[in-house]
């Protein structure tokens, strides 16, 4: 496994700039293959400096607590969990992240498939100057255009999806925390988003070629079509799961429609069509496109207001050919173009 010792080594040091005198707290499990692999590559690559590792399971939770709270000023902590530690009602991360500790944390590894194992390893890969290079440019068009020009389809069905508004501050997930002292992120990373200032200007149809179910695991099938009508899913092409999920986010939400909200450019080259993880947040950052359904965003809640009931964000992983935001095609033939 030295490619995964050689992509935790520049996770820590090249994303996180570790000192030598860095406390490194690693909480981990083993109730899943890769959560081993992970948890031991990492007992491995924190030797050179003061650290501590808890196998979060075999423990109180007092342990856990004391071991946090003697933690030094500034400290990293690394979180792999084969689903997601709690002992509040927060993740640790966010406890983690506002008692100010850098974190690195590796989630609901378990919803992953054992021969996704590499891919897995393959999206930790450190790729963080061509993720600021590539979101920078997504960020720079997204801030000068109104228009965002989608197509897909397979077998001579093309498909369009048009988005004609301005675009909300686009958030991206780079990895590069050189100007933040205090960071928290989840792995893998490669990602930046927006939507559209002007939800109801959404309009056509894009391929899908997988989503989530209820269960928090990514479903993922032979494309389908999803037909979008003033930012709204209006009909849909895919199997029955897909219909009882949109089903269930109409009949919870106002208006008894399927908003679509986030629009997602993520960036990883290691995973993407044929290169699958089943645990959605993971995979959402895979190179290409990916779109929330429902009402609920975390970054963007103020937008709607406290009295519109926001309860879903599911994501759906979209088989893109082409895209143009204004006149400057940034994806082609499925692959990324900046010049």
């Known amino acids: 496994m030295a490619q995964l010792q050689q992509h935790l080594l520049n996770i820590l040091h090249k994303n996180y700039r570790i000192s030598k005198d860095c406390f490194i707290l690693l909480i981990y499990d083993t109730d899943s293959t890769i959560a081993k692999l992970l948890s031991d590559a990492y007992q491995k690559e924190i030797q ?58 590796h989630a609901r590894l378990s919803l992953n498939t054992d021969a996704e194992i590499q891919n897995y390893i393959n ?106 009508k003033d930012g709204c899913v209006v009909s849909h092409t895919g199997p029955a799961l897909f219909a009882d999920i949109l089903q269930r986010i109409a009949s919870e939400e106002v208006n008894a429609a399927v908003q679509v909200r986030e629009i997602g450019f993520g960036l990883n080259r290691g995973i993407g069509f044929g290169k699958t993880l089943h645990e959605p947040t993971s995979f959402e950052r895979f190179a290409g496109m990916h779109f929330s359904l429902g009402l609920k965003h975390a970054m963007y809640a103020k937008k709607l207001g406290r009295k519109v009931y926001q309860k879903y964000h599911i994501d759906i992983f979209c088989k893109v050919k082409n895209v143009f935001i204004g006149d400057t095609q940034v994806m082609k033939n499925g692959e990324y173009v900046f010049a």
């Not at 933690?71 to 992240?97: E, W």
């Not at 450190?126 to 965002?148: C, F, G, R």
């Open 48 to 105: 050179s400096n003061p650290n501590q590792s808890i196998n979060f399971p075999t423990v109180p939770e007092s342990v856990v607590e004391t071991a946090v709270s003697a933690l030094p000023a500034h400290s990293l902590v690394i979180l792999v969990q084969s689903l997601s530690f709690r002992m509040t009602k927060h993740r640790l991360r966010a406890d983690l992240f506002r008692a100010g500790h850098m974190v690195i944390e």
């Open 123 to 228: 999206s930790l890969q450190y790729d963080t100057p061509y993720y600021v290079e590539a979101s920078t440019a997504i960020e720079k068009l997204l801030q000068q255009n109104q228009k965002l020009r989608i197509e897909s389809g397979d077998n001579g069905n093309n498909l369009v999806l048009e988005i004609n508004s301005t675009f909300e501050k686009a958030l991206k997930n780079t990895g590069d925390f050189a100007d933040n002292p205090i960071v928290a992120a989840g792995f893998p990373i490669g990602e930046i988003f927006t939507e559209a200032s002007e939800l109801d200007k959404m309009n056509g149809s894009v391929l899908v070629f997988g989503f989530p179910t209820l269960e928090h695991k990514t479903h993922f099938c032979e494309p389908f079509e999803v037909q979008i």
